[in-house]
């Protein structure tokens, strides 16, 4: 997860899921919350 400060807005939760073995970007989620269903969200859009 990565806090990205928006000025005009305030904070932003980048959600990634990254593949280890072949370093490819498999899903990624940008929210203003960081709840547990955002990660899941995240990752059950990687492994589909």
Same mark, same amino acid.
């Given at each position: 997860?990565?806090?990205i400060v928006i000025? #005009?807005?305030g904070w932003a939760?980048?959600?990634v899921v990254i593949d280890w073995g #072949?370093?490819?970007l498999l899903s990624c989620k940008l929210?203003?919350?960081s709840k547990t269903?955002?990660?899941l969200d995240a990752?059950?859009?990687a492994v589909n």
């Open positions: 997860m990565t806090e000025p #005009s807005f939760y980048l959600h #072949s370093k490819k929210n203003s919350r269903t955002d990660w990752l059950h859009e």
